[in-house]
T-cell receptor, first 113, second 114 residues
Framework: QQQVKQSPQSLIVQKGGISIINCAYE??????FPWYQQFPGKGPALLIA?????SEKKEGRFTISFNKSAKQFSLHIMDSQPGDSATYFC????????????FGTGTRLKVLA | GAGVSQSPSNKVTEKGKDVELRCDPI?????LYWYRQSLGQGLEFLIY??????PDKSGLPSDRFSAERTGGSVSTLTIQRTQQEDSAVYLC??????WGYGYTFGSGTRLTVV
């Protein structure tokens, strides 16, 4: 119940294309869903986050779509650029308590120039 | 400081030795977390500090792992009698004690047990 399942494991997209990464969860108590971007040799960096009271959040080229009934959320990267090549992690947490995150296993994105 | 600082960045140790990993959180961040990232895996929660106390130690994999935090600031993760399966990147993160703020991670310590 504590798992967050992330897919695909890896993704190759042409420059200018749309990258889509999906996550699914079971625990309905989760109420905060961040996405992190990690470059090699660096720690993950917060990209965008959403709460379940909204169905979509957009920041620049990055959009989270959230489907509460399906217990799924996804990251869309519009106009993907080679600089977006990184590993992306979704996560979920329960914001009462320790704010411990349960992370997905990551998606390695490569954007071809 | 401006970010979360971790040291050393890399550590190679012999099986059976003890190691200490250090984390300097962002000044003023009361919450501090340790995570472990194994090759090709997601991030695995180890321990959470609020101030100097650790209300959630549920992720520590065995009693060989311990952590402390002093002065509400620096934290040390200690692994005793290291094993090869302890090889991983150990990440520290800090946050303000408010749900709306995501973590800020350090760059991690890559631990290799040989």
């Amino acid at each position: 119940q504590q798992q967050v399942k992330q897919s695909p494991q890896s993704l190759i997209v042409q420059k200018g294309g749309i990258s889509i990464i999906n996550c699914a969860y079971e625990n309905t108590a989760f109420d905060y869903f961040p996405w992190y971007q990690q470059f090699p040799g660096k720690g993950p960096a917060l990209l965008i986050a959403i709460r379940p009271d909204v169905s979509e959040k957009k920041e620049g080229r990055f959009t989270i779509s959230f489907n509460k009934s399906a217990k799924q959320f996804s990251l869309h990267i519009m106009d993907s650029q080679p600089g977006d090549s990184a590993t992306y992690f979704c996560a979920a947490s329960i914001t009462s308590g320790t704010y411990k995150y349960i992370f997905g296993t990551g998606t390695r994105l490569k954007v071809l120039a | 400081g401006a970010g979360v600082s971790q040291s050393p960045s890399n550590k190679v140790t012999e099986k059976g030795k003890d190691v200490e990993l250090r984390c300097d959180p962002i000044s003023g961040h009361t919450a501090l977390y340790w995570y472990r990232q194994s090759l090709g895996q997601g991030l695995e929660f180890l321990i959470y500090f609020q101030g100097n106390s650790a209300p959630d130690k549920s992720g520590l994999p065995s009693d060989r792992f311990s952590a402390e935090r002093t002065g509400g600031s620096v934290s040390t993760l200690t692994i005793q009698r290291t094993q090869q399966e302890d090889s991983a990147v150990y990440l520290c993160a800090s946050s303000l004690d408010t749900w709306g703020y995501g973590y800020t991670f350090g760059s991690g310590t890559r631990l290799t047990v040989v």
